[in-house]
C-alpha cells in the first residue's frame, strides 16, 4: 500500500485572560493500493474466468478537514469549550477496483459512492474538583456523509451522537492517571444501495473506555 504524505497546518490564539481560540487544518491524503493480490472463490465451472495470481489497483481518499476551536475560562475551576470540524467526504465519489486481468465475467469494480461533506459539533467542560482532580464531559454530533440510496453495510454511516466523561487525577508532581468512558449512538435508520439493490434497517451503539498514564518532566 502506498501512502501519500500530507500536511498539517494549525494556530493558537490567546484572545483574553480568559478565551483562547485555535484554527487546524488537516490536508487531504489519498491511500492507494497497487499490485493487491486478487483472490476468488468461485465454482470450478467459473475457476477459468478468474486468472490465479491476478492482481488489483485501487484507490481511497481521507478528506480534508478544517477544525475551529474556542475555550472559555469561566472561573478558576471551570473550563468550557467549543468546536467545530467541516470535514470534506466529497473527495469521496467512487470505489474502484481495477483489476490487471480481465475477462468475460470478470470486470473492473466500479462502486459509486457519492459522500457529502459534512460537520461535527463538539462541546466540553473541564472542572478542577481538586487540586490534584480535574473532571471532564462533552457531547458531540457527527453527521454521516452518506447520502440516502448510498449506504451499505461496509460503511453503515448514520448521524451519532457521542457522550463522554473521565477524570485526570494527579498522583504525584510527575504522574497522572487519566480515564475516560464514551458512549456513541447510531441514530437508527432505514436506507440501502440503489446501485444493487440491497436494502436494511441500520442501527448502532458503542461504549469505549479509555485509561492512560502519563508522566511530566
Do not use: C
Amino acid at each position: 500500500m502506498q501512502q501519500p504524505g500530507g500536511y498539517n497546518l494549525g494556530a493558537f490564539f490567546k484572545i483574553g485572560q480568559r478565551l483562547t481560540a485555535g484554527i487546524n487544518y488537516r490536508s487531504k491524503i489519498l491511500m492507494k493500493v497497487d499490485g493487491g493480490y486478487a483472490t476468488f472463490n468461485v465454482p470450478e465451472t467459473l475457476s477459468s474466468y478468474f486468472p490465479p495470481n491476478n492482481t488489483f489497483t485501487a484507490e481511497l481518499p481521507m478528506p480534508a478537514n478544517l477544525t475551529l476551536g474556542v475555550g472559555l475560562k469561566v472561573s478558576d475551576k471551570l473550563l468550557l469549550a467549543f468546536d467545530l470540524q467541516h470535514v470534506r467526504w466529497s473527495e469521496y465519489n467512487e470505489l474502484v477496483f481495477d483489476f490487471k486481468e480481465n475477462t468475460a465475467v470478470l470486470e473492473d469494480s466500479y462502486n459509486p459512492r457519492n459522500f457529502e461533506n459534512t460537520m461535527i459539533y463538539r462541546f466540553g467542560a473541564e472542572y478542577g474538583l481538586l487540586a490534584s482532580l480535574k473532571l471532564r464531559a462533552g457531547i458531540y454530533y457527527d453527521e454521516t456523509p452518506i447520502p440516502k440510496d448510498y449506504l451499505t453495510p461496509e460503511t453503515p454511516g448514520t448521524n451519532k451522537i457521542g457522550i463522554s466523561g473521565g477524570f485526570s487525577w494527579a498522583l504525584n508532581n510527575h504522574l497522572s492517571l487519566d480515564a475516560s468512558l464514551l458512549h456513541v449512538s447510531g441514530e437508527t435508520r432505514d436506507d440501502g444501495y440503489a446501485p444493487l439493490e440491497f436494502y436494511g434497517r441500520y442501527e448502532s451503539s458503542a461504549w469505549i473506555p479509555g485509561v492512560g498514564l502519563s508522566w511530566s518532566f
